[in-house]
């Protein structure tokens, strides 16, 4: 049977890669197989899945949806098998090539990172782009994996599957952003959506779905006169329409603070043209001029990604049109070969090289390098730094020669003078901006003409970190500020071992943990630095000294933190946290920053002084207490009890001032079992807004609650708020 399945699967891989393969590779990729066969026999991985299958489904993603050949064919069957396999590195290398044995070499150094049950994600995650500096195949099938990891993670152990969303979202969607597989990370992204906040992902869901007969008629009545008129102009062309993914209207809600009925531009109509490259910029503006002539456009929602395309390559034609009733409609133009760039990224930037595209990538690629090369030790700063470089928009600007320049949207005058050279960025006191004088701090916009003005007396300060926005302009500040910290806390320690022999006492380590621990400092080099800028006085250190020597006391707060994680971390995810009235020898709290109600999904996160906090996974920190925590979040769920608890809840409504709206909702709670804390409200400029605060005995009544009220006459919006 399993023979079967695997013989269809193999077919299906084929037929993916017909178009890119010669019978020479047909018969490698056979050989691949039969041997990737004999090493995964009995093996499953994390989603229960047969290890040979989840080989095969990476294979056929790489050859279909990425368009990548033989070579990422072949690797992608033997990645997981290699260091099983029957045959000898050397013997792969002859029957396979050295190209292969060099990508499978690079993946299997980074095969071993199990970020999952690893406090070091962010020296994980070094490692993991590191890679990229031997074949960026590695880093795409290291992406495709995820990618089939999260199709399947309902088959995974529940323990297992907040951590791996919560680093799908963080990192795998935004690298795959990066690397322009548009289609690859709005899938993770909705896909890690899912587990993350369950409620709102089926909501849209569910809406969509409802929609969708409605939206296809819009579809056809917009694209029909469309069609029409370039059938006359005789342009070859394509349309073709992409409802807005489930995490992108999701964002959309959560920044606007709308419902889902009020987001109006839920899906693009993509115009594709056959055109030759000499063409196609003018023949995309011709196009565009089509569409503007049979529908309104918005001009602020007017985007030209052909004329200065992406860091990534992208590039496309993107204006905002009123449509037929009065909907907003976005209009996508671009040529084929744009269309396939967009759509297969790094594949295509190899296919069409030597057409412009391919420099952005590269100018990405060595940035990334340099972050991850710098001597930034910090995980928590070095995963912002990658985060930042790999989900970013961007803003253009010029330097004095004309030259064009890249950086991150929200960029100041000194991230661009970091990002000419570091001694510039070091010695920059302002600019000349468009010909007129600006500040350091001054924010970058597109098309800016800018002129660095230096000086020998200036050197970077600390207080520069909290407006530079680019990472090379961050590591930088830091070296420097490090530099000059070392060299006074060399001189600190000269002086404080002068004093020392002055007063008779003998410098030691035992001294030194001493002082530390008195001043609650963090290191040695600390201690020294204050002396040297005279933060700590020398006569207040002799007294402390020469007082009678007691053991230095352990801080409460590092007792509790220890006893906590030895008795949790042994455990991790081995027994639900199980949520009821009252939990044997466990503590822990209901957090107040989202408030969890009975029938929320949930989880628990080891705290360092307040035994166990349980969270929402929809909590507003939940994201960044999982990426960089993960060995501290705890599983969790609630169980049925035949008295359940009352839960804290808050209800934001809003809507058209009526003098009996607030009578209304008071008849709509005292329909429901629920316990009212208070209710304050105020009328002005005709708009009546109030918060509610209840305790409900579960998310169920509490959103019946909200729906009733929502359904008031008047009521434009209620909604459940995350803190009080």
């Known amino acids: 049977m399993e023979a079967k399945k695997i013989d269809k699967a193999y077919r299906e891989l084929l037929r993916t890669a017909k178009s890119s393969l010669t019978p020479g590779d047909t018969k490698k990729i056979r050989r691949a197989l039969d041997l990737a066969i004999k090493a995964c026999s009995g093996n499953s991985i994390l989603t229960g899945e047969p290890e040979i299958f989840h080989a095969l489904s990476v294979a056929t993603i790489i050859s279909g949806e990425m368009g990548l050949g033989a070579t990422s064919i072949i690797t992608a069957l033997l990645h997981d098998s290699y260091n099983r396999l029957e ?29 999952m049950q690893s406090s070091f994600q962010a020296e994980n995650f070094r490692k993991f782009l590191l ?72 909501y849209i869901d569910n809406r969509l779905k409802q929609t969708t007969a409605s939206r296809n008629r819009l579809i056809r009545e917009f694209s029909a ?47 594709i043209i056959e055109s030759s490259p000499a063409n196609e910029k003018s023949d995309c503006w011709r196009i565009y001029s089509i569409v503007t002539d049979l529908y309104q456009p918005n001009p602020s929602r ?3 990604w052909i004329s200065v395309p992406k860091s990534n390559g992208y590039e496309s034609l993107h204006t905002t049109v009123v449509g037929p009733r009065g909907k907003w409609v976005e209009v996508q133009i671009r040529s084929t070969r744009m269309d396939e760039i967009a759509e297969k990224g790094l594949a295509a930037h190899f296919k069409y ?15 990334m390098r340099e972050i991850l090369e710098s001597s930034e030790k910090e995980d928590d700063a070095f995963l912002d730094q990658v985060r930042s470089g790999l989900y970013t928009d961007e803003v253009f600007v010029f330097t004095p020669k004309g030259d064009l320049r890249q950086l991150p949207a929200g960029s100041t005058v000194l991230d661009f003078a970091f990002d000419i050279h570091s001694a510039v960025g070091a010695s920059c006191v302002g600019a000349k901006v468009n010909g007129k004088n600006v500040t350091i701090k001054y924010v970058l916009q597109n098309g800016d003409h800018v002129s660095i003005i230096r000086s020998k007396n200036q050197k970077p300060k600390q207080d520069w970190l909290s407006f530079v926005i680019s990472s090379k302009a961050k590591t930088k500040i830091k070296q420097f500020l490090n530099a000059e910290k070392t060299q006074a806390a060399s001189d600190g320690k000269e002086l404080l071992m002068r004093r020392l022999k002055n007063w008779k006492i003998p410098y030691g ?19 020294y630095f204050m002396i040297a800028s005279d933060k700590l006085d020398l006569l207040q250190i002799k007294d402390t000294l020469l007082k009678e020597e007691q053991p230095v006391p352990i801080p409460q707060s590092v007792t509790i933190a220890e006893k906590e994680i030895r008795e949790v971390v042994p455990s991790q995810f081995a027994d639900y946290l199980v949520i009821e009235n009252r939990v044997e020898g466990l503590d822990y709290k209901l957090s107040k920053c989202c408030n969890p109600v009975f029938g929320d999904s949930i989880f628990g996160f080891v705290t360092i002084s307040e035994g166990i906090k349980i969270h929402r996974t929809g909590c507003p920190n939940a994201h960044n207490m999982i990426a960089r925590y993960p060995y501290r979040i705890v599983a969790a769920r609630w169980t049925k009890t035949k008295n359940a608890p009352s ?39 005709g708009m009546f807004e109030g918060m509610l605060n209840i305790l409900v005995p579960n998310n169920d009544v509490l959103y019946g609650i909200i729906r009733k009220i929502h359904s008031i006459k008047g009521v434009l919006k209620a909604s459940r708020q995350t803190s009080e």
């Open 353 to 367: 090289k030597g057409i412009k595209g391919e420099g952005g990538l590269d100018t990405w690629l060595s940035r």
């Open 225 to 271: 006169p469309l069609s029409e008129r370039l059938d006359k102009l005789g342009f070859k062309y394509s349309i073709k329409s992409r409802t807005k993914s489930i995490h992108s209207i999701m964002l959309k809600m959560k920044k606007q603070g709308v419902d889902f009925d009020e987001i109006y531009d839920l899906f693009a109509v993509r115009i």
């Open 647 to 685: 839960f804290f809840a808050t209800i934001k409504v809003s809507g058209i001032a009526d003098i009996g709206i607030a009578n209304k909702i008071a008849d709509i709670i005292a329909g429901y079992t629920v316990t009212v804390r208070n209710f304050n409200y105020s009328m002005e400029d």
């Open 131 to 202: 890679s990229l500096a031997d074949d960026v195949r590695v880093i795409l099938i290291k992406l495709v994996e995820r990618l089939d990891y999260m199709r399947n993670l309902d088959n995974a152990p529940e323990k297992d599957r907040l951590p791996l969303a919560s680093e799908t979202y963080f990192l795998y969607a935004p690298l795959a952003h990066r690397l322009g597989y548009y289609n690859i990370k709005s899938e993770l992204e909705d896909l890690a959506v899912k587990y993350l906040e369950p409620e709102q992902y089926e």
């Open 302 to 304: 007017l985007r030209d």
């Open 87 to 115: 045959l000898s590195k050397d013997a792969l290398e002859k029957e396979f090539g050295k190209k292969v044995m060099e990508i499978l070499n690079g993946f299997s150094r980074i095969s071993g990172i199990d970020s």
């Open 509 to 527: 380590d035992s001294l030194i943990q001493r002082l530390i621990a008195h001043y609650n400092l963090k290191n040695a080099q600390d201690l």
